[in-house]
């Protein structure tokens, strides 16, 4: 596809006889008004930036020092997609229409769906939503944004069996949400969690992305029946580039699912995840890369059909309540006490505070006395100390003394 072809499609307004020069940057929280506001930058050539509207004095700083650096509009590259941000200054992945509508055919060949109908509520300046409205832009299908908080209050559009069907085929009807907005949809002391649960079960996938489920919410999903697809992808990638198919997730499954036909999928030497592919992007503007390749910060592992799990993230912070906490500080005052041959910690997946603070240690041997270690950390703040030590069998440290910690999340995950 080329530009043009992917601004008629958009259904691009009357061009200005005379554009305003520079990037364009889209930052509407109004969906109708985003949407205008990119068909016409598309249409006119720009690069276009998107950007959150809740940004900061230092995002946009960077955002406004990047435009003045802008490089000519036509060629690959020419969209640039918010990454990170959250801690400091964001960076903008270059897209274009080659890797968004290869994402899009990845996305029908993987689902085996013609016409891609989705109900919106995330936004459209980050890369999910983007790509919900892009996937029904580029196959003809419906795109209908809804506001969150309206949904939240039990206020539900019309779902997918409220609207005709095209012809003899069935439409199919999609919806992205993170974990946390299907825990408050589903939450008892919601407005209206029978409701939510009967209107999510006619989408033919929910799915879930950006962030870990937990035990608890995926029991509570899968007991409601909701077609639930856990999936993963980011900015980088153009979004999903591995997801379920709902009846996996409903038959006790919580991987990530397969590799969509589009993205290939393996692990480093580390255990990280990386990922090729024509929807990968060309690198952080205003650099540039043809590799096509990207490797992740998240640890994984696959399995024997093919099945993406997400362990955890290879940075070592864990951030607990909200607070990070640095694991090396933990360990040092671990080895103080004498207890341990060897001992790591690591962040666990935690319903309540994201991450729960883990102390692993080899299993084996004098079993350490931890009355006596957890009276040794009381000089540590609260939130650092570790709530839970767990004995690891076969200790993932190699002979050139590297740990292996994504091995060691995933049997520590085990243990639990």
């Known amino acids: ?129 983007f790509m919900a409205w892009m996937r029904a832009a580029l196959t003809g299908g419906q795109y209908l944004p809804w506001d969150w908080k309206r949904l939240e209050s039990g206020e539900f559009p019309v779902g997918p069996a409220g609207h005709p069907r095209r012809g003899a085929q069935r439409e199919r009807w999609y919806l992205s949400l993170v974990p946390t907005q299907l825990q408050r949809l589903l939450s008892p002391t919601g407005p209206g969690a029978a409701d939510a649960a009967k209107w999510l079960r006619t989408f033919d996938a929910v799915f879930l992305g950006g962030g870990p489920m937990w035990p608890e919410l995926a029991a509570a999903a899968a007991g409601a029946s909701i077609p639930v697809s856990l999936s993963y992808g980011m900015t980088e990638t153009a979004a999903m580039v591995a997801a379920q198919h709902p009846e996996e997730f409903l038959s006790g499954d919580r991987s990530c699912g397969s590799p969509m036909p589009h993205a290939r999928i393996g692990l480093t030497a580390a255990g990280l995840v990386r990922i090729s592919g024509e929807s990968v992007f060309r690198g ?94 009381g000089s540590l703040a609260a939130f650092k100390r570790p709530r839970r030590f767990i004995p690891i069998s076969d200790w993932p440290r190699n002979a050139q003394g590297k740990l292996n910690r994504a091995e060691l999340v995933r049997r520590a995950i085990n243990r639990t």
């Open 1 to 129: 596809m080329e530009r043009l072809g992917l601004a008629r499609l958009l259904g691009t307004p009357d061009i200005a006889a005379e554009p305003s020069e520079g990037p364009a940057v889209i930052e509407e929280r109004d969906p109708a008004a985003f949407m205008r506001s990119f068909a016409r930058a598309v249409g006119e050539d720009k690069q276009v930036f998107l950007a959150d509207p809740a940004w900061g004095p230092r995002e946009r700083s960077a955002l406004s020092e990047l435009t003045g650096a802008g490089r000519p509009a036509s060629g690959p590259g020419w969209l640039l997609i918010p990454s990170g941000g959250t801690g400091g200054e964001p960076k903008f992945a270059r897209h274009d229409e080659e890797t968004i509508s290869a994402a899009v055919r990845g996305f029908r060949g993987h689902f085996d769906v013609e016409r891609v109908n989705s109900v919106g509520v995330l936004p459209l300046y980050h890369v999910s939503g």
């Open 284 to 377: 952080y503007f205003p650099a540039w890369s043809d590799s096509r390749e990207f490797t992740t910060g998240d640890l994984g592992s696959i399995d024997e059909r093919g099945r993406l799990s997400i362990l955890g993230r290879s940075d070592t912070v864990i951030i607990t309540g909200g607070k990070k906490v640095e694991p090396s500080e933990i360990e040092a005052a671990l080895r103080t006490t004498g207890e341990f041959s060897d001992i790591a910690v690591v962040g666990l997946p935690d319903a309540e505070w994201g991450q729960m603070v883990t102390a692993c240690y080899p299993e084996g041997g004098r079993s350490p006395d931890l009355t006596r270690v957890v009276a040794a950390l």
